[in-house]
């Protein structure tokens, strides 16, 4: 027989299944085919959870029954139903006393999802929508998508979209805003211009926004095509627009474009703020303009009434400092500290300024007139206060700025600490360094990285080997920074002149199979060896390139023949020359006049002539001084009685 079953909401109650099974399947019919009527939810749940069967008194065929589902009433839908057929009998029908395994059940029916991560992200949208009640259409995705995005699951707002454009829905230029919002966020700027690309939507102002605002921030250069794109599309710019495009091409040193951006936003009514002025002026630190220009660009923003604010002021505080123009400072500092938007930032930059300008004593002199101002320092105040004091020498002071933080009720931070580190490690200070570093850890402050790199860079220039290999084990989590401590200690113990301990680093940094993963620091400490001329130490590097099978350069080639010529060997230097030809690697020309010097200073004329054929032989230009020292080199053989024809 068949029964009917209408399903109205969504949800069924589990605890009438055991009624329901027995009624069902106990018929003679080995399958029967339920009509249900709902959503995705209701399809699944009625296969798998029959509620309440109730039997038509006053139905003749005893083969046929109504069955109604009592489901919670919800949202009615207008979908037409759909035909399902009920899991098969079991071979016993079940009695009172006897549970049903639910899940096998569930296992037996149709809607079992397949194991993949599309499967499992159309299961966890399903059950968002069924659990907000939500239809499966434009207004449903679209809360979905908001859902997803107010918690920042990038995946799911992708899939959901994905969705949408399948079953045919139009997003809109709304939800594909919201997308590409979620992704800005995030600051994913390749993703994002992927979504804008492949989406098919009618593309607003504020499309555009989100993707040229990313591209502007990671200093992408398709910010200009897009631009482009835009113009093209006839898509009109509003103020944020503007704004970006400023900041881009004033990046690029594009001021005319700027100019024009500016013109063409007066002409459109958008008048520039002062936040757009700052975007111009923050460029400008970096690319840098005379004060000249800078002056008339302060003046043109008062002339449009535009009221500067504290970044305003700093920025032009940077870019007079970078220019040297100390009195323009002062003169301009005398106007921001009398602004309403006066803060602890603009005092610390100006203090700043004086800092790197050795003006200490009017250093000093700002941080009491903030104080006396009510303008309270912070912990940037107190780090370019110490950084005065150690530099004009109050070393006492220096120290017992750190206890006059806590009295003023700041925390100094591990910053703090690495700055008094820096400062005394300068003057391998190891007594002072070593304190601070124990009062950090009384603190409950954790050293970072910065801290032990200070820290094996002092132990490395006084040879304390021990102190500097204790320091660099702490540093082995982070292998960019262990490999960078390993460098710095052996560049100190090289020109500290602990060669032995620079070489032992160096030959436990190569046994370290996660570091050494480039050739740079090969050749970078080959060279270090040279500058020192130390020949010995150069040799044990050499080899144990050649040991490793890097590569060496014509530079290096030239700085172990140098190294060899300054030892007085320069019959060393011919074995060189044969390994070099032989791995195909040109010498430079300089390399050549300095052997050829050696050689003609020590009378080894027959090396002089090895080269000199060598020269001719390669076409390899002679200039400067070695073309000196052939002529000199041939007038001596003509005036000097010399028993070998050849030469």
């Known amino acids: 027989g068949t029964a009917r079953m209408i399903g109205r909401g969504r949800g069924v109650g589990c605890q009438l299944y055991n009624q329901a099974h027995r009624t069902l399947f106990s018929s003679s019919s080995p399958s029967l085919p339920l009509l249900c009527c709902g959503n995705n939810s209701g399809k699944r749940l009625l296969a798998s959870f029959p509620a309440q069967t109730l039997i038509d008194e006053n139905d003749n065929d005893s083969d046929s029954y109504h069955v109604i589902a009592q489901i919670p009433r919800g949202r009615r839908t207008r979908r037409k139903p759909f035909l399902l057929t009920a899991p098969p009998p079991l071979t016993d029908p079940p009695t009172e006393s006897q549970e049903i395994n639910i899940s096998d059940l569930r296992r037996s029916t149709v809607h079992r999802k397949p194991a993949s991560r599309k499967g499992d992200y159309d299961e966890e949208l399903e059950n968002f929508m069924e659990s907000k009640n939500l239809m499966r259409d434009y207004r449903g995705f679209g809360y979905a998508i908001t859902h997803y995005r107010a918690e920042q699951n990038r995946k799911m707002c992708v899939y959901t979209l994905k969705v949408m454009i399948q079953e045919g829905i139009d997003p809109g230029t709304w939800l594909v805003n919201h997308v590409l919002g979620c992704f800005y966020e995030a600051k994913d700027v390749n993703k994002c211009v992927e979504i ?3 989406t098919k939507f009618i ?11 990313l591209m502007e921030k990671s200093n992408d250069d398709r910010i200009f095509a897009m631009y482009t794109i835009m113009q093209k599309t006839g898509v009109l710019a509003d103020h944020l627009t503007y704004d970006i495009l400023i900041s881009a091409f004033a990046r690029q040193n594009d001021l005319k474009t700027c100019e024009q951006l500016l013109s063409e936003m007066r002409k459109r009514g958008i008048r520039p703020t002062i936040l757009t002025y700052n975007r111009l002026l923050k460029e400008m630190v970096q690319i840098g303009i005379s004060s000249e220009k800078l002056l008339l660009f302060l003046a043109r923003i008062k002339s449009e009434k535009l009221k500067s604010d504290h970044y305003t002021y700093s920025y032009v505080l940077r870019i007079l400092s970078n220019n040297r123009d100390i009195f323009m400072c002062s003169k301009l500092w005398a106007e921001a500290k009398n602004s309403e938007d006066v803060d602890t930032i603009l005092y610390n930059e100006m203090i700043g300024i004086y800092r790197d300008n050795r003006m200490f004593s009017e250093a000093r002199h700002l941080t009491e007139e903030m104080r006396s101002r009510g303008i309270k320092p912070d912990n940037h105040t107190y780090t370019y206060i110490i950084q005065d004091y150690f530099l004009s020498g109050k070393l006492t002071e220096c120290l017992n700025s750190v206890q006059e933080m806590r009295s ?36 409950g402050l954790k050293p970072d990285r910065t801290t032990h790199i200070y820290l094996v860079n002092m132990f490395s220039r006084m040879g304390d080997f021990e102190s500097c290999s204790k320091y660099l084990l702490k540093m082995k989590d982070h292998l960019p920074t262990y490999e960078y401590g390993f460098m710095i200690s052996i560049k100190a113990f090289i020109f500290g002149g602990h060669m032995d301990y620079a070489m032992t680093t160096f030959q436990q940094m190569v046994k370290d199979d996660t570091m050494m993963t480039s050739q740079e620091p090969y050749h970078q400490v080959f060279e270090w060896c040279a500058e020192q001329k130390d020949l010995s130490a150069c040799i044990q590097v050499w080899n144990t390139m050649k040991f490793k099978s890097v590569p060496r350069s014509a530079n290096d080639y030239h700085l172990m023949i140098r190294a060899h010529c300054l030892e007085k060997e320069p019959q060393g230097c011919l074995d060189y020359f044969d390994e070099a030809a032989a791995e195909g690697v040109t010498l430079r020309p ?3 006049a300095t052997v050829y010097r050696v050689c003609r200073e020590k009378g080894l004329y027959e090396i002089c002539y090895a080269i000199a054929s060598e020269i001719q032989k390669k076409k390899i230009p002679v200039i400067g001084d070695l073309l000196d020292q052939l002529r000199i080199t041939e007038s001596v053989l003509k005036n000097s009685a010399v028993e070998n024809t050849k030469i």
């Not at 593309?203 to 605002?213: F, G, I, L, P, R």
């Open 408 to 443: 003023h009720g700041l925390i100094p931070t591990t910053y703090t600490y690495n700055t008094l580190i820096m400062l005394f490690s300068g003057s391998n200070s190891a007594v002072i360094c070593e304190s601070l570093l124990k009062e950090m850890l009384r603190f």
């Open 203 to 213: 593309k607003d102002v504020q499309s555009y926004n989100h993707v040229m605002s």
């Open 196 to 198: 804008f690309g492949t």
């Open 590 to 592: 300089d390399t050549y």
